[in-house]
């Protein structure tokens, strides 16, 4: 079965850097365009950042952009999520994201998307 498991989270200073990972199993990884998302307490999960296929094009939220790298590596059924400058409002659970797609776009749209990990925790102190 597809598996899609979170690592890297944990509890970092404003201003420091944090990079999550998030291996991928039981799929054809590279059919798959994938994202990360983050829910915050007492908040909806919101979109993140989002891969294509092949790591060519990549999508951010203004809340990151700048701040944010996402990347895979098909290879090794990976993707990741480099965040730097921290703040306390990037406080949250992030969760990557797997959607099947026939082209190599990428996909902002939450509802669209197949399977989901089980989601890591990254807390940022003032």
């Known amino acids: 079965q597809v598996q899609l498991v979170e690592s890297g989270g944990g509890l970092v200073q404003a201003g420091g850097s944090l990079s999550l990972s998030c291996a991928a199993s039981?799929?054809?990884?590279?059919?798959?365009?994938m994202g990360w998302f983050r829910q915050a307490p007492g908040k909806e999960r919101e979109f993140v950042a989002a891969?294509?296929?092949?790591?060519?094009?990549?999508y951010y939220a203004d809340s990151v952009k700048g701040r944010a790298t996402i990347s895979r590596d098909n290879a090794k059924n990976t993707v990741y999520l480099h965040l730097n400058s921290l703040k306390p409002e990037d406080t949250a659970v992030y969760y990557c994201?797997?959607?099947?797609?026939?082209?190599?776009?990428?996909?902002?749209?939450?509802?669209?998307?197949?399977?989901w990990g089980q989601g890591t925790q990254v807390t940022v102190s003032s």
């Open positions: 994201a797997a959607d099947y797609v026939r082209t190599n776009r990428y996909n902002l749209r939450e509802d669209e998307y197949d399977y």
């Open positions: 891969i294509n296929r092949s790591g060519g094009s990549t």
């Open positions: 039981g799929l054809i990884f590279s059919t798959y365009a």
